[in-house]
């Protein structure tokens, strides 16, 4: 995943967004019933290029241990890189990308935090709570220190590889469990989420050298 350099917000618009993550992360549930049946694990990643983002979008079905599903979608950013706010940017880019996808998922795995987030409303958070889905977030480094108050009881690390935290709808024994399942020894991401990210960045460099020609 690409990030372009950080934009301030201005106080009247920082005060709102505040006020929008405090309100997502009560919706938040912490639950592993809404599980029964997991066989679908969805990843989701965004690339960018300036003002153009890739989404990738992949499933891997536990059942037949493959991917079955992929898709792309090219989607113009017009909400700039404000750190702790990255939801706002990628959430309405990644949810129009899934609206064509339906129910072909049962869990998703976000590149991004979940509650290990300042205000418990990373990008796993936000995309689980709108959705209304079980959603895990994958994470290459922490949001501060491990020792954060957010990060103590919500971050794992998996394995030595990336770290982990709730999204919404599941707990972190059971995101363990799927992680476990979707990761193989000689990989550094889960499947659904490598493909993600492969594609994504795939198309992207496809797209931007369009633009860049014309």
């Known amino acids: 995943m690409i990030i372009v350099k950080e934009y301030r917000l201005d106080q009247h618009v920082y005060l709102r967004l505040l006020k929008a993550q405090e309100l997502i992360s009560r919706m938040v549930v912490v639950s592993d019933e809404f599980l029964e049946g997991v066989l679908k694990i969805g990843g989701v990643d965004a690339s960018y290029h300036e003002d153009l983002a890739a989404v990738g979008f992949s499933v891997y079905d536990l059942s037949r241990n493959e991917v079955t599903l992929i898709s792309v979608t090219?989607?113009?950013?017009?909400?700039?890189?404000?750190?702790?706010?990255?939801?706002?940017?990628?959430?309405?880019?990644?949810?129009?990308?899934?609206?064509?996808?339906?129910?072909?998922?049962?869990?998703?795995?976000?590149?991004?935090?979940?509650?290990?987030?300042?205000?418990?409303?990373?990008?796993?958070?936000?995309?689980?709570?709108?959705?209304?889905?079980?959603?895990?977030?994958?994470?290459?480094?922490?949001?501060?220190?491990?020792?954060?108050?957010?990060?103590?009881?919500?971050?794992?690390?998996?394995?030595?590889?990336?770290?982990?935290?709730?999204?919404?709808?599941?707990?972190?024994?059971k995101a363990y469990e799927i992680l476990k399942k979707t990761t193989p020894e000689d990989s550094k991401l889960p499947i659904p989420l490598k493909v993600a990210h492969r594609i994504s960045h795939k198309m992207l460099n496809k797209v931007s050298r369009v633009v860049e020609r014309v």
């Open 74 to 173: 090219i989607s113009s950013v017009k909400i700039p890189y404000v750190s702790t706010f990255f939801s706002f940017r990628e959430g309405p880019i990644v949810l129009k990308a899934l609206k064509k996808i339906g129910d072909e998922y049962d869990a998703l795995l976000v590149n991004g935090h979940g509650l290990a987030h300042p205000r418990k409303c990373g990008l796993a958070t936000y995309l689980g709570v709108v959705l209304k889905k079980p959603t895990i977030g994958v994470a290459n480094n922490p949001i501060g220190s491990m020792e954060e108050e957010y990060n103590v009881n919500n971050l794992r690390m998996f394995e030595g590889k990336y770290y982990y935290s709730v999204g919404n709808m599941i707990t972190l024994e």
